[in-house]
């Protein structure tokens, strides 16, 4: 056990070290970097797929049936960030962080919101066909934001893990706190800006598939969208 000076010696150190950082080409793991002032500096987008109303489902449902809707979600969650290239970072209860990094790091996290999307409104199905008398409907929100990352381990010997320090880390987890109405998928403008066409139009005939908007908490513009992409 530390006592209460050792842990302060431990945070003088960390306030006095010179931070080493090098520049990143993959999604780093925990093993990638020691305990120390190390860090990687990555371009790297941020995806937060987020189960709503979870303090609702556990209030009032069988904590079984809680477990089995938190199950399926974050299992659909992670396929389609992984179908689309991603990496899953961590987890945090109801809801899944993912990074994507290179060219279309932008496009392909927003396909991750669109088929999220998609594979929820099945997942609806096959709850109504399990549990016919259930009114439960799951809903979820996807934020994403892109913005250069600095990546760090922190905690201690055997119980540690990555931190993931700039805004797209963020404002991609607040963003799903936005989810009105049917809109599920929001991005900043940055994320926008770099979409394919292909993640930016949809239907026939072709029409953009984000709806602007102004998030007043950040005062900048962000874009939304109700679309979903079949798989």
Known sequence: MKTSQEILSDVRRILSTNWQT?????VPEAEDLGLGNEAVKLKGTVLYADLRDSTSLVDNHKSWFAAEVYKSYLIAACHTIRNNTGAITAFDGDRVMAVFIGERKNSSAAKSALQAAFIVKEINTEIRRAYP???YQLRQAIGIDTTELFVARTGIRNSNDLVWVGRAANYAAKLCDLADGSYTSFITES?????SDEVKYGGSPRRIMWDKSHWQTHNITIYKSTWSWGF
């Open 191 to 195: 994320v926008f800006n770099a979409l």
């Open 133 to 135: 008398n259930t009114s």
């Open 22 to 26: 090098r520049e990143g080409r993959k």
